[in-house]
C-alpha cells in the first residue's frame, strides 16, 4: 500500500520561501513520477511541478524560476523548494505518486493514483 505523508507547509510573508517535503512508503520515489499539485479556496486541484524516473522535471508557469522540485532516492523522500513566495501561492500542497508503470511526469490529477493528505501553505502580504 502506497502513502504519502507531506510536511513542511506554514505560514511566511510575501518573498519568503517555504520547503515542503512528501515521505513516501510502499513504493520508491524513483520508480514512478512524482508531482506536487496545489488547491485553493474555490478551485480546481493545480499541477505545480513534477519529477520523472529518471529525475526530468516540469513545472507551472506561475512557478518556474521559484520553485525546485528534487528527489532523494535513499530517503525516498520528494521536495519542493519554494522561493520568493506570493500571496497567490496560498494553497494546500498535495504530493501524488503516479501508478506502478507511471513514469512519466503528468499534469494531469487523473494520471496520478496515490495522494497525501494535502499541507497548508499561506503566503501573507
Known amino acids: 500500500q502506497v502513502q504519502l505523508v507531506e510536511s513542511g507547509g506554514g505560514l511566511v510573508q510575501a518573498g519568503g520561501s517555504l520547503r515542503l517535503s512528501c515521505a513516501a512508503s510502499?513504493?520508491?520515489?524513483?520508480?514512478?513520477?512524482m508531482g506536487w499539485f496545489r488547491q485553493a479556496p474555490g478551485k480546481d486541484r493545480a499541477f505545480v511541478s513534477a519529477?520523472?524516473?529518471?529525475?526530468?522535471?516540469a513545472y507551472a508557469d506561475s512557478v518556474k524560476g521559484r520553485f525546485t522540485i528534487s528527489r532523494d532516492n535513499a530517503k525516498n523522500t520528494v521536495t519542493l523548494q519554494m522561493n520568493s513566495l506570493k500571496p497567490e501561492d496560498t494553497a494546500v500542497y498535495f504530493c501524488?505518486?503516479?501508478?506502478?508503470?507511471?513514469?512519466?511526469?503528468?499534469?494531469?490529477?487523473?494520471?496520478?493514483?496515490?495522494w497525501g493528505q494535502g499541507t497548508q501553505v499561506t503566503v501573507s502580504s
Open positions: 510502499g513504493r520508491t520515489v524513483s520508480s514512478a513520477a
Open positions: 501524488a505518486s503516479r501508478g506502478k508503470f507511471g513514469r512519466s511526469w503528468s499534469i494531469y490529477v487523473h494520471d496520478y493514483e496515490h
Open positions: 519529477i520523472n524516473w529518471i529525475g526530468g522535471t
